[in-house]
């Protein structure tokens, strides 16, 4: 067995493992670079049978639906078989309409927790782990007499850490582990330590000590987060408002854990963005699904008090503007550096000029960028351990 780490290897997510049995070839993860910007045209790797048909490829896996970890799959020949997890393919179908670029790929078939999936002479087996995104897997990659563990992005923080320790016993007995870095430690500080549970205290805390109606910004793709801003809204006394973007990806879930409409406690309110989206699209129907517990901007003024609310940061406005957000509060609850962006700069003048405090919630490792060099390796796995190790900077 041969492993190639076209990228990934010198910096965070933009993942794309090949492993090679003979000739036989398969691709882990096809990430878009964190570093490329939107409108940045970013190439496939150089893999061949990606772009064109190779009788010698056999596939692409893709642990879960994080761009940085799918986002070039678009590009791949119409011929390449593609796996995905079921539910992280609904995700994607759900919140396509609402962020065009989360497509999902077409794909030949899904992943299953501990299902192997025969791929020519290679044998992959999806283990269920714990990280931000829905649906996520880490990937046993077995081939030629050699065992592979690839992790995926994994984290023992979160609302299913016990999937962490069924991993590590998982993980034995390979001839080489491929992890996830983003935030490996000697030592963590308290603030590295922070759990779900720890954000739900938090959030309970914050709704004990707000007035007002507490609005939590996050990914409506945070499944995980859903659960716990749900949970400390219940915990509170308090009914949890959540966008139509969340509420549509929690029913595409399909899992009765997951906090949807028709859950007591939870209702629905349709940004402006949104209602645009669905007039100019005309499926009004998305909006009729919600009709009994919608809420509208002037519920979220007068119940203020009695409400959290969950969605996108580009709601801040307009719930300023409804009255919502007198004597509340603005949690923030991704990744700090976001803030330091254009559109977190806005929204930092925007809640200082309304006077509305900003707080910040968030575990760390869920969703990290940074900028790097790219870089390739490449390493052999024989006789039982990785015998060589070569790394190329100059690679792109
Ligand atoms: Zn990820």
């Known amino acids: 067995m041969q492993v190639r780490i076209h990228r990934g290897a010198h910096e965070i997510g933009g993942n794309c493992i090949e492993v090679a049995a003979g000739q036989d070839r398969i691709v ?8 490329a910007g939107w409108d940045d045209v970013v190439p496939l790797p150089d893999v061949s049978g990606l772009a064109a048909p190779d009788p010698t490829f056999h596939g692409v896996v893709l642990s879960h639906p994080h761009l940085d970890h799918y986002g070039l799959a678009e590009l791949l020949h119409s011929d390449v078989s593609v796996f995905l997890g079921a539910e992280a393919e609904r995700v994607l179908k759900a ?8 497509k999902s790929p077409r794909l030949a078939g899904t992943l299953q927790d501990k299902v192997p999936l025969k791929l020519g002479p290679f044998t992959v087996t999806p283990y269920l782990t714990d990280h931000s995104a829905f649906d996520a897997y880490s990937l046993l990659v077995e081939a030629a007499g ?4 690839y992790t995926g992005d994994i984290r023992g923080h979160g609302r299913k850490s016990r999937l962490f320790d069924r991993l590590v016993a998982a993980a034995r007995d390979v001839d080489v582990l491929l992890m996830e870095g983003t935030n490996v430690r000697a030592e963590a500080t308290p603030a590295q330590r922070t759990t779900e549970t720890d954000v739900e205290n938090d959030l ?23 659960v716990t801003v749900f949970r400390a809204a219940r915990r509170s006394g308090r009914t949890l408002v959540v966008d139509l973007y969340t509420a549509t ?25 949104q209602r645009r989206l669905v007039a100019d699209s005309k499926e009004f129907e998305r909006v009729a699904a919600v009709a009994d517990v919608r809420m509208f901007p002037e519920d979220l003024a007068t119940e203020r008090g009695k409400l959290a609310f969950l969605g996108t940061s580009s709601t801040a406005a ?14 923030w609850s991704l990744w700090e550096g976001y803030l330091k962006q254009p559109a977190g700069t806005r929204l930092r003048d925007l809640l200082a000029e309304a006077e509305v405090p900003l ?6 490792g869920t969703r990290t960028r940074r900028r790097s060099r790219s870089a390739r390796c490449c390493l052999s796995v024989s006789a039982g351990r990785a015998d060589s190790l070569r790394s190329d900077r100059s690679v792109r």
């Open 95 to 102: 919140a396509a309409f609402f962020s065009p670029i989360s």
């Open 359 to 364: 707080l910040h919630h968030h575990t760390l």
């Open 318 to 331: 307009e719930l300023v503007d409804a009255g919502g957000l007198r004597d509340g509060a603005v949690v």
């Open 28 to 35: 882990l993860d096809l990430g878009r670079p964190l570093s």
């Open 249 to 273: 990806v929690a029913t595409a879930t399909d899992r009765p854990s997951i906090p949807q409409p028709g859950f007591e406690g939870l209702a629905v309110y349709v940004p402006q963005r």
């Open 204 to 226: 309970v805390n914050t709704l004990a000590s707000t007035p007002g109606l507490v609005a939590v910004f996050s990914s409506a793709q945070n499944l995980d987060r859903l």
């Open 146 to 149: 050699r065992r592979l563990f």
